[in-house]
């Protein structure tokens, strides 16, 4: 199947700093990339959607401003945490839409474990 | 509004059959997906169901009945390992994704 890989998967940051994660499909075009965050036993929260070459759409309650989203290639997409505090740590995963597999399914990338001291 | 409603925790035994359902009301319908999620992970997809009917993969199953708003994953022969959240998800008419809150299935040996 295809692969979308994500990095880094364990980030430790302090209050105030910037943190980029990213999200790579590694053998698929991805035309479409989705940002979500999950908090402890919860579900998936999609943050914003991004599709190559354009501005993300986020969802409502999301602030572009702080999380900022970047869909430059096919391939690439990257979501950067700025000025993070505290009640930003959490769960957050990309998964990718694009050439491979049945219509519309998604890949998930590993997740990335975000903790602000 | 948007709804997606599944139970939010099962008990079922190792090599029994658990039968995971999904009822949903969204405006549109663009296809329905099950997704299987390890504590602590990444969900991975299971099975995705657009028209009405019975998939079979394997160990799992899905059922979809468009006109009812309903579906369901359907677990034989299960296994510790099956021990997970199980997401329902249903594509909209903007083909935006609408999530369920998951069913945390347990299995007891």
């Known amino acids: 199947g295809a692969v979308v890989s994500q990095h880094p998967s364990w980030v430790i940051c302090k209050s105030g700093t910037s943190v980029k994660i990213e999200c790579r499909s590694l053998?698929?075009?991805?035309?479409?990339m989705f940002w979500y965050r999950q908090f402890p036993k919860q579900s998936l929260m999609l943050m914003a959607t991004s599709n190559e070459g354009s501005k993300a759409t986020y969802e409502q309650g999301v602030e572009k401003d702080k999380f900022l989203i970047n869909h430059a290639s096919l391939t690439l997409s990257t979501l950067t945490v700025t000025s993070a505090h505290p009640e930003d740590s959490s769960f957050y995963i990309c998964s990718a839409t694009g050439t491979s597999g049945e219509a519309g399914e998604l890949f998930f990338g590993e997740g990335s474990r975000l903790t602000v001291l | 509004g948007q709804n997606i409603d599944q139970p939010t925790e099962m008990t079922a035994t190792e090599g029994a059959i658990v039968q995971i359902n999904c009822t949903y009301q969204?405006?549109?319908?663009?296809?329905l997906f099950w997704y299987q999620q390890h504590a602590g992970e990444a969900p991975t997809f299971l099975s995705y169901?657009?028209l009405d009917g019975l998939e079979e993969k394997g160990r799992f199953s899905s059922f979809l009945s468009r006109s009812k708003g309903y579906s369901y994953l359907l677990l034989k022969e299960l296994q510790m390992k099956d021990s997970a959240s199980y997401l329902c998800a249903v594509k909209d008419s903007n083909y935006q994704l609408i999530w369920g809150a998951g069913t945390k299935l347990i299995i007891k040996p």
């Open positions: 969204t405006s549109g319908f663009n296809g």
């Open positions: 169901n657009v």
């Open positions: 053998d698929f075009q991805a035309t479409t």
